[in-house]
C-alpha cells in the first residue's frame, strides 16, 4: 500500500514538474511572439516614418538628426542597423555595427533594394546565427524612387531565469504547492467520508468486519475506487442474493398466506362451531358457524370475555371444571342445548387445548358439534332394539305360556287345544318371520346378502304369499279378491325372498286394514315386467308419512298404526329386496281410502299354462 | 275353585290376553281384559280390580303412564299391579320403586308365576 502511494506522490510531483516547464515555456513562447510583434510594429511604424522623409534629408542639414534619433533607438530598442541607400543602391547612411554588413546575406540586400513595398524579412547572420528581422521601405519623391531604407531589428534572447520570471515562477510555484497541498487536504477530508462508506459497504457483505472508522485504510483515490468498484460487485452479488431471498421469502409469505387462508376457509366451512379463546379467556376467533348460532356479529366477540360471550351457565361451569381438573391431555366434551337460538338442537361442546411449540397452553378450542341427528338415530336405534326385542319375546311368550296350559292339563277341552296348537304355530312363525328378516336387514346393510335365484313361478309366489296372510285376514272378516292372468310369466329371483318382501306389503294392507274391508291383490304382466299389486280399503297414508315409509325404523305417530305391533323394518326389506332384483316399488294412498302398492320385477321368457 | 278375586289383564297381544285370561279363570279369579292402556286405565277406576297386569308397550296409553295414574287410586283401595317387561333394567327398577305395590315380571314368563306373585301379596 505504502508503495503505491509514494509511486502516485513521485508521479505527482513529476507531473507537477512538466506542468511547470510546460508553463516556463510558454511563457516564453508567449514573451518571444510579443517581442516579435513588438518588432514587427515597430520596424513597419520606424521604417514607414523614415521612408517619408526625402532622401536629402539624409544627406543634407537634418543626417544629424536622424543619425542622433536613430542612434537612440539602436541603443534602446533593439534596432541593430539602419541602412539609408540612394536609387542606385549605394548606402547615403548607414547606422550599424561595422561587422554587421558583411554578415548579412546578400540576398537579403538584394531584395530589400530592389522591391517596391515595404519588406520584412527574417534571417540569420553569416558566422553568428543571430536572428534579425529586417524591414525595408523605398523612398519615393514625385512618384520616384529615391531611395531605400533598411532597419534591422535583433530579436532579443529570452532567459528563462530571469529575476522576474523567477520571482513570478517561485510565487506561482508557491501558490500551486498551496493549492495543491488545499487540494490534498480537501480531497482528503473529501474522501474520508467515502472510505467510510466503502468501509460500511464492506462491513455489510464481510459481516464479521466491525464497523468503526479507526479501521478505515488511507489509502489513495485509486484505491478507494477499486475498493468502492469491489464493494459495488460486493454489493450486487449481496443485493443478487437478497432478492433470492425476497422472492424466496415473498413465495413463502404467499404459501403462509395461502394456507391462512386455507385453514381460515376450513374452519369457516366445516360444520361445527368453532370457538378459541387466549390465555385470559378471550374470544379470540369464532367461525361463522358459532357466530350464527349464538347470533353475533364477529366484533362482538372478539377480545370478550368467553362467559359473556357464550351467556351458556352449563357450558362456563363446564370449562371450568375441566381447568380446575387440569383435563390438558385429552379433549372432553358435554352435551348442551340452546333452547332460545337453536330449539330442539342437542350439540356436543368438546373442549381441547390450544399449545404453543413449546408445549404450553396458549388458549382453549372449544367445539360445538349438532349432534341432533346422531341423537334421534340413537334414540331411534335404541327405540328399534326394545320394539325388537318386545316383538321377539311376546310370541315366546306366548308359546311359553300356552306350552305351560298345555302340559299342565288345563285345555281338556278339543277345540281349545286346536286353538292353543294353532297359536303356537302362529306365533312360531311370527318370530320365525321376525328374525329372518332381522337378518335379511342386517345382512342388506353389511353388503353381505346372497341371493339364491332360480326360476320362480309368479303363481306359486302369488299362492304362498296368499295363504300366508289369508289365516289373519279371515279373522279379521277381511275379502282378499285375487286377479290372475292366462298365462303366467315367470321370474329369476330369491323365491323366498321375493316371498318374503310380498307378504311383507299383504301383511300391511291385513294389518292396517279394519274389519270387513277389502283387499285386491293382483298378478299381471306389463311388456317385460310381471306385476304385483296390492290395494286395499284399509286406513292409508298420510302425506307426511309416505316419504318415509321406506324408511328403516320408521313408524308413523298415526294412533291406528301405533296400535298395531310393527318394528319399521318390513317395508324397508321389502324395498331393498325387489332393488336387488333389479325390480321397482311404488305406492300411492290417500288417508282413510286406502293404499296401493306396486311392484315391478323383470320376467323371464317362461310360461306355464294355467293350473 | 272359587275366588273372589277380581284381575284385569290390560295387553294388545290377543294371545297373552287369552291365555292368562283362561289360567286365571281357572284358579276362579274374576278376570277383565282391555286392548289398551285407556281402555285399561277406565276399567281399573270403574272395576276396582284386585290385581292388575299390563305390558309396557301399548297403544294410546303405555304401561308405565298407567301405572302411574293408577297409582294415585291406590290410596283409595290397594291393590297389586304386575308389569310384563322385556327387561328390568336399573332406571326401571328405580322408576317402579316409587310405586305402590307394583311389581315386575320379566318376559317370557310362565303362568304360574304370576300366581305365586299374587299369593304372595295377598299373604297366601
Known sequence: MKMKTQRLYIALAVVFLIGIAIFAQTLILHEKRAKRHDILNKGNYLVSLIALHPIDDFAGEKRNFFVKTIAEQISSEGLIYCFIHDQAGNPLLALAPHDIEGKIPQDIQRRALYVDGLTQQTFKTIGANNVINEFAKPIFENGQKSGTVRLGFNLPSISLFTPQRVKLMAIMAFFAIAMAAFVYYGVTLALQPLREVNQNFKSMYVDSTPLSTDSVPNGGINEVIKDLEQSVVKLREKYSKIRAENVDLTTKCGVI??????????LE????????????DNVSHMNSYMLNLLDKNRDDVIDHPLADVLGHDQITAFVLQQEALKQSKNASYIEATFPELAAGEIFQVSLSYLKGKEGAIIGKVISFKNITSEK??????????TNITHELLTPLTTINSYNEMLMDDEVDNKELQKEFYNTISEETGRLTRLVKNLLNISQIEMGSMTLNKGLVKSDWLFDDCITTVEGTAQKKKITIERNLPDNFPSLFGDKELLKVAIINILGNAVKYTPEDGHIRFTLSEQDDLV?????????????????????KFYRSTDSRITEQTGSGLGLALTSEIIRLHGGEIEVTSEPDEGSHFVIRLPKEEYYLGKQ | MENNKRVLVIDDEVHIRRVIELKFKNQGYHVTTATNGEEGLDLIKTQKPDVVITDIMMPKLDGKTLCERANEFKKEWPFLTIVMTCRISPTEQEWIGKLEDTVFIEKPFSLSSILKCIDQYFGK
Open chain 1, 257 to 266: 398466506s395461502f394456507e391462512k387462508n386455507n385453514v381460515f376457509n376450513i
Open chain 1, 531 to 551: 306385476v304385483f299389486e296390492v290395494i286395499d280399503s284399509g286406513y292409508g297414508i298420510s302425506k307426511e308419512d309416505l316419504p318415509h315409509i321406506f324408511d
Open chain 1, 376 to 385: 334421534t338415530a340413537e334414540r331411534a336405534k335404541h327405540e328399534f332394539v
Open chain 1, 269 to 280: 366451512s366445516i360444520n361445527h362451531g368453532i370457538l378459541v379463546t387466549d390465555i385470559q
